[in-house]
Nanobody, 111 residues
Framework: QVRLVESGGGLVQPGGSLRLSCAAS????????MNWYRQVPGKQRELVAQ???????NYADSVKGRFTISKDNAKNTLYLQMNNLKADDTAVYYC?????WGQGTQVTVSS
């Protein structure tokens, strides 16, 4: 079973940018769907973005035009580029593939 490790979270001011990374323990080249989710305490985990084999992507309405999901098969790494961050983007962000989840990385947007 693949293991996933997120990194790249941190504290950023509103309007700023962050790039999250999700390093996989094995090849992700043939994985059909990989996802980024986020969760705020007391709320359900929310699907933020997904990338489907072949390159098609889907985004939550709240992040469309600001976030970009991508992957580098050579590096076995999934990315989430987050621009124009807002306070409402504050959450723990998780990488997901099937039943496998990473440990999460905290993103805090605050002035």
């Amino acid at each position: 079973q693949v293991r996933l490790v997120e990194s790249g979270g941190g504290l950023v001011q509103p309007g700023g940018s962050l790039r999250l990374s999700c390093a996989a323990s094995e090849s992700i080249a043939s994985i059909y769907i990989m996802n980024w989710y986020r969760q705020v305490p007391g709320k359900q985990r929310e699907l933020v973005a997904q990338i489907i084999l072949g390159g098609r992507t889907n985004y939550a309405d709240s992040v469309k035009g600001r976030f970009t999901i991508s992957k580098d098969n050579a590096k076995n790494t999934l990315y989430l580029q987050m621009n124009n961050l807002k306070a409402d983007d504050t959450a723990v962000y998780y990488c997901n593939e099937g039943p496998t989840w990473g440990q999460g990385t905290q993103v805090t947007v605050s002035s």
